[in-house]
């Protein structure tokens, strides 16, 4: 396993020591871990984050060696959203700066915000949200374009747009209500209040919660159960059939705007490409051997 990569593309008050997101590789397990890394900040989004997240998770996307990824937040929160430094009134100036570019400029801010909630829900490879405390507003949204999210007891959940006289202009209005139902996902959009992690999983959101180990545990001192889970499962799913994987995550975005007989089409496609795959044969063949199966990928 490799060391965390720092990703970084500029320097702010508070980051004088920390890269803002952080990358780690495990070749052998086909796992990559993707860290917002302003813990100071609650790993607000600033527009030097955005960036670097971009960056991030175009590098492990085009990573062969990597098949799943985890995304996490550093310190007591997963993502505050939008750094309210670089809003209307904020000490700094941003692409969600009001200025004199007029609304104009405003629109065109949102396009790396755009391509970085894409490119998660894109990817072909699964990626696992690993969250603890937070997720607000933009940081919400980018925990809703992860494939599969674990979160800790105290995990809570706030589409917070409206606190602040905002819309939900990173995705949410599309995600909330697949999400949540759309009674629920209008009471999140129009109060802004919290949702808890029981809350969460109860509606489906989130996947299962990880208690992490007590700090004073003498057994597993200062461990992280959430993250640990995490990575375990995305070594599981990258142990995976990789073709399979892909199209099934594929399809089944897909298919959320077509109707069924369409998707039927589609998915006759997909498992032809996948029935004529070395690695259904070495699924069958594994089977019948009675051992763990070897997928390459072809």
Same mark, same amino acid.
């Given at each position: ?148 999210? =674990?979160?800790?007891? *105290?995990?809570?959940?706030?589409? /917070? ?6 819309? #939900?202009? $990173?995705? &949410? @209005? ?100 996948? =029935?004529?795959?070395? *690695?259904?044969?070495?699924?069958? /063949? ?6 763990? #199966?070897? $997928?390459? &990928? @072809?």
């Amino acid at each position: 396993m490799t060391g965390p990569t720092n990703i970084r593309t500029g320097a702010t008050p508070g980051d004088q020591t920390h890269s803002t997101v952080l990358i780690e590789r495990n070749a052998e397990q086909g796992v990559g871990v993707i860290t917002l890394n302003r813990p100071a900040r609650r790993n607000a989004l600033n527009h030097e984050m955005l960036v670097a997240l971009d960056a991030a998770i175009s590098d492990l996307a085009s990573d062969e060696s990597v098949r799943a990824i985890v995304l996490t937040g550093a310190g007591a929160s997963f993502c505050s959203g939008v750094d309210t430094n670089e809003l209307a009134g904020g000490s700094k100036t941003g692409p969600h700066t009001p200025g004199p570019g007029g609304a104009e400029a405003l629109r065109r801010g949102f396009e790396l915000p755009r391509k970085v909630i894409l490119s998660l829900f894109d990817m072909e490879k699964p990626v696992i949200a690993a969250i603890r405390g937070t997720a607000v507003g933009a940081g919400l949204d980018i925990a809703c374009a992860c494939d599969i999210r =674990l979160a800790t007891p *105290d995990a809570r959940f706030s589409a /917070a747009y409206i606190k602040v006289g905002l819309f #939900p202009g $990173y995705g &949410g @209005v599309w995600f909330y209500p697949r999400m949540f139902g759309v009674a629920k996902a209008a009471e999140m959009m129009l109060t802004g209040d919290f949702v808890s992690a029981e809350e969460a999983l109860a509606a489906g959101f989130i996947n299962r919660i990880v208690p992490d180990p007590d700090p004073a545990d003498p057994v597993r001192p200062g461990g992280n159960g959430l993250l640990d889970e995490a990575r375990k499962l995305a070594a599981r799913l990258a142990a995976g059939p990789p073709i399979a994987t892909r199209l099934a995550k594929t399809m089944m975005h897909r298919s959320l705007g077509l109707d069924l007989a369409t998707s039927l089409h589609l998915s006759a496609a997909a498992e032809s490409i996948t =029935l004529s795959s070395e *690695d259904h044969a070495e699924g069958m /063949a594994a089977a019948r051997e009675k051992r763990p #199966p070897r $997928y390459r &990928g @072809v």
